[in-house]
């Protein structure tokens, strides 16, 4: 028994020590590639917005988004805000629950960047109370400001902290597939419609 413990011992250090030996040399990391920033931002976000199946409102204030939700949806909705100056008739921090958010027909929310390259938005959790608020509602607004554009998600992860606040998502369009018969869905798995309002102020 003892004769077996010292052969199996030895069989896994010379296993180790064979690894060990054929262990490639260190290579320094590569250089961060840097791009150039693009002459139109909300043009080019747009574009990357829009080909996600997103839409594009332009605003200078908050009250257009208000108008906007007066016209396209009705009050006995559940309609969700976390964007000040921007009425909801559902109390977020009332909810305990991320279950009792199942009937919200509109989330509107804070973005805290957008990415043009492919219309992402950054939404930390404290912009949103419950992680699920962003993918149970049937539509979704996000407010966000123009100043925040970026070109690309090399300078998006240079700016987020992942390990603020523990959480965080990128939202790039509403919810799609094509796995149900190459068919596209929109709103299989989330919301059906994503409006960016841009305000600039």
């Known amino acids: 028994m003892v004769q077996e413990k010292q052969k199996e011992m030895s069989s896994k250090e010379a296993i180790l020590a064979a690894i060990k030996k054929n262990k490639p040399a260190e ?13 139109d931002l909300v043009e080019r976000y747009e574009k990357g917005l829009t080909g996600n199946g997103g839409k594009l409102q332009l605003a200078s204030t908050t009250q257009e988004v208000e108008a906007y939700i007066k016209e396209n949806f009705s009050q006995d909705q559940l309609i969700a805000s976390l964007v000040d100056g921007v009425q909801g008739n559902l109390d977020i921090s ?50 966000l400001k123009e100043e925040t554009l970026l070109t690309n998600m090399h300078q998006a992860y240079e700016k987020v902290n992942v390990a603020d606040g523990g959480y965080g998502v990128f939202i790039a369009g509403p919810s799609k597939t094509a796995d149900i018969e190459q068919s596209l869905v929109i709103g299989a798995h989330g919301p059906r419609s994503l409006t960016v309002f841009l305000i600039k102020e």
């Open 94 to 143: 009332t909810i305990s629950d991320p279950h009792d958010l199942e009937h919200v027909e509109l989330a509107i929310l804070n973005g805290e960047l957008g990415v043009a390259e492919n219309g992402a938005i950054w939404i930390p959790e404290k912009n949103m109370v419950h992680r699920v608020l962003p993918f149970i509602a049937q539509h979704l607004i996000i407010v």
């Open 27 to 39: 290579t320094a990391l590569p250089d961060i590639l840097n791009f150039p920033d693009e002459a």
